[in-house]
């Protein structure tokens, strides 16, 4: 892989955006997120929840992910992006990186939230049932996971930023060595 490209994936909360905007500025290549890239295509992500349903939100999504794996750069995934199958076959080609979050600190992140799969009664309890449903294929995707439910966010970055430098090094030398 000679591109410069490694891509977020995890749980709702977990910090996708927040990690791929500061690790894609470390890095210095650009940041791109596929549920902002929907929104800025057809709107606020509950919104077409409600008025296209889930079904056509994925679709909208599947363009995203796409248009976001074409180039390079950081590319932070929907938390539920990974349920495609064409998707789980694209990130065999890029480097992936699980971002991790502990129940009870992802709690206040999605405190009044505005997610679509976590509205009604008990948002904390659908996040659990959400995670845990997609957690092995998570897993099963990612190269190397971190954590971010402690520590500071810059040390989280750092530390992905020093994996995908490494990754890429790696990548660059396989590619050279080939040739």
């Known amino acids: 892989m000679t591109d410069r490209s490694v891509v977020l994936i995890g749980p709702m909360g977990a910090g996708k955006t927040s990690v791929g905007r500061k690790a894609a500025k470390a890095l210095r290549v650009e940041f791109f997120d596929t549920d902002i890239a929907v929104s800025r ?3 606020p992500v509950a919104e077409i929840f409600a008025a296209h349903g889930e079904a056509q939100f994925r679709e909208w999504e599947r363009d995203a992910v796409r248009e976001g794996l074409a180039g390079s750069g950081v590319v932070a995934l929907g938390g539920g992006a990974v349920l495609h199958p064409d998707t789980q076959a694209d990130l065999a080609q ?6 991790t979050v502990d129940p009870r600190i992802v709690a206040a992140r999605i405190r ?3 997610r ?3 509205q009604g009664e008990d ?3 659908q996040w659990q049932n959400v995670a845990a449903e997609r957690r092995d294929l998570y897993a099963r995707l990612a190269d190397v996971t971190f954590d971010t439910s402690t520590g500071h966010i ?6 992905v930023a020093d994996w995908v430098r490494d990754r890429w090094e790696q990548d660059a030398a396989t590619t050279e060595g080939i040739r």
């Open 112 to 114: 009044n939230t505005t």
């Open 154 to 159: 810059r040390d989280i970055v750092a530390a």
């Open 116 to 118: 679509p799969l976590l």
């Open 94 to 99: 890029h480097p992936v990186v699980l971002l």
């Open 41 to 43: 295509v057809h709107g």
């Open 123 to 125: 948002a904390m309890t």
